[in-house]
Each structure stands twice: as C-alpha cells, then as structure tokens.
Nanobody, 121 residues
Framework: QVQLVESGGGLVQPGDSLRLSCSAS????????IGWFRQVPGKEREGVSC????????YYADSVKGRFTISRDNAKNTVYLQMNSLKPEDTAVYYC??????????????WGQGTQVTVSS
C-alpha cells in the first residue's frame, strides 16, 4: 500500500526551527519528485518546496527561500523540510506529496495526511 506520512509539526515561537519528515511506504521516494505544500483554512494550497528525482535539484517558494531547506535520505526513504527562522505567517498544515513526472504538476500522485505547524508567541 502506497503511503506518505508527515511528522514533526508543532507549536513554536517566532524565530524557532522545526524539521518536518515525510516517510514513504509502498514505493521508493528516490524515484519521485517530492514536494512540500502548505494550506491555511480559507486559502489556496501553496507550494513550498520540491526536490527532484535523480539529480536532487531543489526549488523553493520566494516566501521561504533562505529559511527552509528540503533534503532526502534515500536510505530511510524519507524527505525532510528543515524550517528555520519561522514566522507567524508560516502557520499552516504542511503536506508532503510525491509525483512521478515533475515538481510543477497541478496535482501530485500521492499525498500525506498533513501535519500542523503553528508559529505563535
């Protein structure tokens, strides 16, 4: 069974860091493009970051560039999103997703259930 599971969310203060994990079962993440997305109730889903299969090129939304880092550990079949210097506007449910074709698909093949990140003082 194909499954993506996110973990690592929580409540932090502005300026703190969190590392989100996206673990896969039923398929090998290295063969897929892995994206992180976030969504706030009432707003459209936003693409945050993506790492390509193969050469591992990375992409970031302007809003997180320089603060977030995406990486993959193929041995653990896991992709991470290191989030530093968190801001209240980073508060959202974060989802990881996998796609066989591209980082720039309108919708990815597989999605996790999401993990809540709340940045508040």
């Amino acid at each position: 069974q194909v499954q993506l599971v996110e973990s690592g969310g929580g409540l932090v203060q502005p300026g703190d860091s969190l590392r989100l994990s996206c673990s896969a079962s039923g398929f090998t993440l290295d063969y897929y493009y892995i994206g992180w997305f976030r969504q706030v109730p009432g707003k459209e889903r936003e693409g945050v970051s993506c790492v390509t299969s193969g050469d591992g090129s990375t992409y970031y939304a302007d809003s997180v560039k320089g603060r977030f880092t995406i990486s993959r550990d193929n041995a653990k079949n896991t992709v991470y999103l290191q989030m530093n210097s968190l801001k209240p506007e980073d508060t959202a449910v974060y989802y990881c997703a996998a796609d066989a074709s591209s980082c720039f698909q309108p919708d990815f093949d597989y999605w996790g259930q999401g993990t809540q990140v709340t940045v508040s003082s």
